[in-house]
């Protein structure tokens, strides 16, 4: 399958202080990224979906001046957690999907490894 | 909207055996997929099986298959032959047939421990 992959793998950063997490899709073109957040011992939660070159679409309950989505290029979203929080610590995974062309059709998402994030 | 119920947090099997992970899900769309996903303790996720709504065959990868039943909407996943390697959670999810719109509903999990 292909390979995306996230940088930083965990960051532990001040109260206050803004984050940016990187997804890349390695040997295809990611039409479509999506970032979910996990709290320990539970499920993925989306948090948005971003198209390439265009804004991203918050699921609701997701402030989206806190969690700034940029997906400029086919290959790379970037996720900023701005003024972040205790509360903010978490476990951020991105996936990345690549359509492939209109029709009955189904296109796999690929994961990342996620990003550990902690704010003290 | 659509939801995915997974009623047993936890299973335990015992190495080479067989177990079921239950799934239900509700939707009133009559095109989607359903998918099986293991995270295990690197917490990457991984796919492990899929099924297409419109197919009536259950899928089968190796040693996972699936039983699903489209009237009743459930989704259970069978590992047979279960190695340590299979400890893992299990997240049953849904998505849609909508084209690029569409994005996967997770369940709540399944914890799958397997004992020697």
């Known amino acids: 399958g292909a390979v995306v992959s996230q940088h930083p793998s965990w960051v532990i950063c001040k109260s206050g202080t803004s984050v940016k997490i990187e997804c890349r899709s390695l040997?295809?073109?990611?039409?479509?990224m999506f970032w979910y957040r996990q709290f320990p011992k539970q499920s993925l939660m989306l948090m948005a979906t971003?198209?390439?070159?265009?804004?991203?679409?918050?699921e609701q309950g997701v402030e989206k001046d806190k969690f700034l989505i940029n997906h400029a290029s086919l290959t790379l979203s970037t996720l900023t957690v701005t003024s972040a929080h205790p509360e903010d610590s978490s476990f951020y995974i991105c996936s990345a999907r690549d359509f492939k062309g209109s029709g009955r059709g189904w296109n796999e998402q690929f994961f990342g490894p996620g990003t550990r994030l902690t704010v003290l | 909207a659509q939801t995915v119920t997974q009623s047993q947090p936890e299973m335990s099997v015992q190495e080479a055996e067989t177990v079921t992970l239950s799934c239900t899900y509700d939707t009133s769309e009559s095109d989607y997929y359903l998918f099986w996903y293991k995270q295990p303790p690197s917490r990457q996720m991984i796919l492990v099986i899929r099924q297409e709504a419109y197919k009536q065959q259950n899928a089968t990868e190796n040693r996972f298959s699936v039983n699903f039943q489209k009237a009743a909407k459930s989704f259970s996943l069978k590992i047979s032959d279960s190695q340590l390697g299979d400890a893992a959670m299990y997240f049953c999810a849904y998505k849609g047939g909508t084209g690029t719109a569409s994005k996967l509903t997770f369940g709540t999990g399944t914890r799958l421990q397997v004992t020697l």
């Open positions: 040997d295809f073109q990611a039409t479509t």
């Open positions: 971003s198209n390439e070159g265009s804004k991203a679409t918050y």
